[in-house]
T-cell receptor, first 109, second 116 residues
Framework: QQQVKQSPQSLIVQKGGISIINCAYE??????FPWYQQFPGKGPALLIA?????SEKKEGRFTISFNKSAKQFSLHIMDSQPGDSATYFC????????FGKGTKLTVNP | DGGITQSPKYLFRKEGQNVTLSCEQN?????MYWYRQDPGQGLRLIYY???????QKGDIAEGYSVSREKKESFPLTVTSAQKNPTAFYLC???????????????FGNGTRLTVT
């Protein structure tokens, strides 16, 4: 019940396209859902986060969609750019953060 | 600039040797964490500490040890008992439990440990 399942494992998108990464969870007690972005050789950094009482949060080209009844949430990257190429981790928190296994995004020019 | 410093960036050790990874933060955060990252495995919690002189095991603590003698420092020792120590190790900190927008995890840039 503490797992967060993330898909796909890797994703290739053309510049200007939409990147979509999905996560699912089982524990309905999770109360905070952040996304982290990691560039090669660096530590992850918080990208965007959402609480379960909100269905969508948008920050620039990045949007989290949250479906509480389905226990799923997703990250949408609009107008994807080569600089967005990174590994993305979803996470969920109750006492501490539980991370998904990550999605390696490649945006081709 | 405030942040988390992990050193060294690359570390090589022979099998059977203990090795200590350094983590220092100047963010005045109470909580500190150690994660291990392996390809395709995500981030797995090794140990965490919410206050000086106290720490708890995470999901994969076997073969590791930590200390928290100062608020700023949280070194991780990889012992010879760790079966597969080669990995990328990440240290993180937060003001309290990272459950809100006000206390996200801040990560260092990691130490890549190779044991042969």
């Amino acid at each position: 019940q503490q797992q967060v399942k993330q898909s796909p494992q890797s994703l290739i998108v053309q510049k200007g396209g939409i990147s979509i990464i999905n996560c699912a969870y089982e524990n309905t007690a999770f109360d905070y859902f952040p996304w982290y972005q990691q560039f090669p050789g660096k530590g992850p950094a918080l990208l965007i986060a959402i609480r379960p009482d909100v269905s969508e949060k948008k920050e620039g080209r990045f949007t989290i969609s949250f479906n509480k009844s389905a226990k799923q949430f997703s990250l949408h990257i609009m107008d994807s750019q080569p600089g967005d190429s990174a590994t993305y981790f979803c996470a969920a928190s109750l006492i501490r953060l539980v991370f998904g296994k990550g999605t390696k995004l490649t945006v081709n020019p | 600039d405030g942040g988390i410093t992990q050193s060294p960036k690359y570390l090589f050790r022979k099998e059977g040797q203990n090795v200590t990874l350094s983590c220092e933060q100047n963010l005045n955060h109470d909580a500190m964490y150690w994660y291990r990252q392996d390809p395709g495995q995500g981030l797995r919690l090794i140990y965490y500490s919410q206050i000086v002189n106290d720490f708890q095991k995470g999901d994969i603590a076997e073969g590791y040890s930590v200390s928290r003698e100062k608020k700023e420092s949280f070194p991780l020792t990889v012992t010879s008992a760790q079966k597969n120590p080669t990995a990328f190790y990440l240290c993180a900190s937060s003001t309290t439990q990272p459950r809100s927008y006000n206390s996200p995890l801040h990560f260092g840039n990691g130490t890549r440990l190779t044991v042969t």
